[in-house]
């Protein structure tokens, strides 16, 4: 697939998608509600769980960005993080400026700023994904931040998301203060197969203006990705990213033809199913200036499958690829030489044997069609100088 799909379908889905795109479906709004109400008081600890691509890691985001408005928030990814990294993330999302300070300094002025925060009634929030993957120095530290307190009251509000059931981890020794806090668990949902439906639609448009999205992502289409996926939100993207690649990789592309002399590029023209006259003529299609040119001196017929070149009984001939033609199906990059000039082929289908006998060449057929596309000219030439 080129590059240039592969840009549309991953703005759309998946971890290159524009953040913006948040698709409210039922999951993830009962998970937005849990959220808001587990932090609704001082002492909050909210956890969130489900398995890889349920969406915790939008969710979590998401709403951090909404209540960060008021209060200050980190979001950090645990994974494999040490005490250092979560400090310093820490401090660095909620705007504390710091330099290059020992750990004991660095701990005493995060202490600080979350007692004032505290003290004026706006308690932080920490949100850690990926918590299962923590190291013991991190779940330690964590400990230590969940117990800190300002005039009886908690000073740091705490959503945890990971995969796995948190009471196990919550029962080890290292984790008591966080035990002690009651924390309320939520897990995540799928999509149902309408919701999927809506999802995949709704981001492919919004990302990409396309109304491809009919022959994209069909009725019939969604539902098998819902089934394949399950209704989570990660293998749906995932599938969708495959699904756009594979369309575009079957459907066919548009021929051209490059003309250019001197190895200069002069213009480029679209060839959309149908038959175009090259010439010297001002009344061609493609307009070849050069002495060595005929008026109609060839014509291109461009089918689904394949695309014919016919030489008009031209003075001086026709040849594609140095070989002098009277009549060639064309393939990619064939290159043809009118005079100085040189027309290169591109975006040609690629074509069986059969297709070549399913193409009536006979010369009788092919005059009948200049001969109609002269006169349908000549019509519009006349009328045209009629109205001047």
């Not at 006259?277 to 299609?285: H, I, P």
């Amino acid at each position: 697939m080129d590059s240039a799909h592969k840009t549309l379908s991953s703005k759309a889905f998946g971890e290159h998608a524009d953040p913006r795109l948040i698709i409210a479906y039922g999951a993830y709004l009962a998970a937005r509600h849990h959220l808001d109400s587990a932090l609704d008081h001082a002492g909050a600890c909210a956890l969130l769980s489900g398995p890889p691509g349920s969406g915790k890691t939008t969710t979590i985001r998401e709403h951090a960005a909404w209540i960060g408005r008021d209060v200050p928030v980190a979001v950090i990814d645990g994974a494999g993080l040490s005490p250092r990294q979560l400090v310093d993330g820490m401090l660095a999302q909620f705007g504390v400026k710091h330099r290059d300070l020992s750990d004991e300094k660095l701990l005493g002025l995060l202490g600080r700023f979350l007692a004032e925060m505290t003290g004026k009634g706006r308690v932080p929030v920490l949100c850690v994904d990926n918590f299962e993957r923590t190291t013991a120095s991190t779940r330690t530290l964590l400990n230590w931040l969940a117990a800190l307190e300002e005039h009886s009251r908690y000073s740091l509000r705490f959503v945890i998301a990971g995969t796995t059931d948190f009471s196990a981890i919550l029962r080890e020794h290292s984790l008591r203060s966080f035990a002690q806090r009651r924390p309320t668990t939520w897990s995540m949902n799928p999509l149902d197969s309408q919701e999927a439906c809506l999802y995949l639609r709704t981001k492919w448009l919004a990302a990409n203006d396309d109304d491809n999205v009919d022959t994209v992502f069909p009725a019939d289409v969604c539902l098998r990705l819902h089934a394949e996926s399950k209704g989570w939100p990660g293998l749906l993207d995932e599938l969708a990213i495959n699904e756009a690649e594979n369309f575009e990789r079957q459907a066919p592309t548009t021929p051209r033809v490059v003309l250019t002399r001197d190895g200069k590029t002069l213009r480029i023209f679209s060839m959309p199913p149908g038959n175009y006259v090259v010439g010297r003529s001002k009344l061609s299609d493609i307009q070849v200036d050069d002495r060595f040119v005929s008026n109609n001196h060839a014509l291109l017929q461009v089918y689904r499958n394949a695309v014919l070149l016919v030489d008009l009984n031209s003075t001086n001939g026709t040849t594609v690829n140095s070989i002098q033609v009277r009549t060639k199906i064309l393939r990619n990059d064939d290159v043809i030489s009118l005079g100085h000039h040189r027309l290169k082929i591109e975006n040609t289908p690629a074509y069986t044997p059969e297709v070549e006998q399913q193409i009536d060449i006979a010369e009788t057929q092919t005059l009948k069609q200049l001969d109609d596309i002269r006169r349908a000219r000549a019509r519009h030439t006349i009328a045209a100088l009629k109205h001047k």
